[in-house]
């Protein structure tokens, strides 16, 4: 009997909170909110290592930051770790990538396919779910067809900025005018002279609501959960269904308009966090079932495997959710680590109730050296509570560096954000200040941001 198919969404940029299957207030998800009430959905699931390259290396190795020497999204070297694709390469499996052909974390694929998901076209706009489409479906026919069990994984990139959704999607969550002379929240976009230029290639001329720009957002989810709507009802055209099991997630969340970091990934506040998971096996994993427990994006691999009862012989740092799922015994999440190398250097410490941010030198927003929030009280982390807490910074500190010092030990390597001082490919070093910082990372237009995906 052939072994079950796995197709895995990992959507880059998607934060959990925006879906309308999580809650959010807008009907942005009804499609993958269907495959949710179907199978498991994840509540409380994190991306502990921001950007991409280091997300994307714990969900394809189950490992976590320490063991993959992964922390930043211009990563150099080899990534730590056994690819899930080489893994199921080894069990059988055809394994195709797509739209993730130029990263380390996505090491060990038999085939790469790509699509345009970044330059719009001459309407302006860039239908990447639909490019994504064109070239998955033909893929997944082809897979189907082999007599061999395969591993499809697809970089979705639509909530990714540039958020440029076709029409109508530009405007169903946006009713108002985008370029009211009397609006003036889009002025600090433009004056972050880091990204001001990246801003001014894809958001059209002449826009002074901030609200239509998260519009584009919420609008490319929806477009993009509309395409996705045909991966399903080609899965069930072939017949495949009952033998397909189904993972949707992502690498991190997205910034909008919130904390400075305007539309885009970087600092370690949990809507960069935050990211969605959910499960679809039929038959294997119950029907509308949520899980409501802290579970981290190393958990992925280690679940699919033993989902598809497969003996890897390897050891990882996440653990299977099966437990989770089924009311069994294990190991309970109410702390982690987190780290950032995308346009700033910081790591910190997570708790139920807390938040520890400590910048291992100085950001181009002009931010705090530590910043410390009250998850429960501020859970949006707009009050920064460092020097009114000085204790409270001082146990998580020492918690952060407990585990610190435990991994290091464990992985025989000194800890990634300690060693990765040209994060951002500059070469010069770390920023002495924040002015520099200011000064020296800017990004440009599409083309630039594109180009600085990491590459193997």
Not at 24 to 41: C, I, N, Q, R
Not at 103 to 122: C, H, I, K, M
Request: hydrophobic share 35%.
């Amino acid at each position: 009997m052939k072994q079950p198919n796995i197709i895995l969404f990992g959507i880059d940029s998607l934060r959990r909170d925006f879906m309308s299957s999580y809650g959010y207030s807008k009907l942005t998800t009804p499609h993958m909110d269907k495959v949710a009430s179907e199978g498991v959905l994840f509540e409380q699931h994190f991306s502990p290592s921001i950007p991409t390259t280091p997300g994307y290396a714990s969900m394809l190795t189950g490992l976590d930051c320490f063991s993959t020497d992964v922390v930043a999204l211009r990563h150099e070297g080899a990534i730590g770790g056994k690819t899930l694709a080489e893994v199921l390469n080894d069990k059988g499996y055809n394994t195709t990538c797509i739209g993730f052909s130029n990263n380390p974390s996505a090491r060990g694929f038999q085939t790469y396919l790509d699509y345009e998901s970044w330059v719009p076209d001459e309407t302006g706009k860039c239908p990447k779910a639909e490019n994504l489409n064109a070239v998955a479906i033909p893929e997944l026919k082809r897979l189907q067809q082999e007599d061999q069990p395969f591993f499809l994984f697809m970089r979705h990139m639509d909530p990714h900025s540039p958020y440029l959704p076709p029409s109508p999607f530009e405007r169903i969550f946006y009713d108002g005018d985008e370029k009211d002379p009397e609006e003036h929240s889009m002025e600090a976009v433009y004056n972050f002279k880091p990204h001001a230029d990246f801003f001014k290639s894809w958001i059209p001329e002449g826009v002074t609501d901030q609200r239509y720009v998260t519009a584009q957002y919420e609008g490319a989810v929806a477009y993009m959960d509309t395409c996705i709507q045909s991966i399903f009802t080609a899965i069930e055209e072939l017949g495949i269904e009952e033998e397909t099991l189904v993972v949707i997630t992502s690498d991190h969340g997205e910034t909008l308009y919130e904390h400075d970091c305007y539309f885009d990934h970087h600092g370690t506040y949990d809507n960069v966090l935050s990211v969605p998971l959910i499960l679809k096996y039929p038959g294997k994993l119950p029907e509308g079932k949520r899980v409501t427990d802290v579970t981290l994006i190393k958990d992925i691999m280690p679940t699919i495997l033993e989902l598809l009862q497969i003996d890897s012989g390897l050891s990882f740092d996440g653990q299977s959710l099966l437990p989770f799922i089924e009311d069994g015994e294990y190991e309970k999440i109410s702390e982690f680590y987190i780290t950032e190398c995308t346009w700033m250097r910081k790591h910190g410490w997570r708790t139920s109730e807390w938040k520890l941010i400590e910048a291992l030198e100085p950001d181009f927003h002009f931010k705090p050296t530590t910043e410390l929030y009250n998850l429960v009280e501020d859970p949006e982390e707009n009050h920064n509570l460092a020097e009114q807490e000085p204790e409270v910074v001082e146990w998580l500190r020492g918690r952060m560096n407990a585990y610190i010092r435990k991994r290091e030990q464990e992985t025989g390597r000194t800890n990634p954000m300690i060693t990765n001082e040209n994060y951002h490919g500059l070469g010069t070093g770390p920023f002495q200040s924040s002015q520099e910082a200011y000064d020296k990372l800017y990004l440009g237009s599409i083309v630039k941001a594109r180009a600085l995906q990491a590459k193997d």
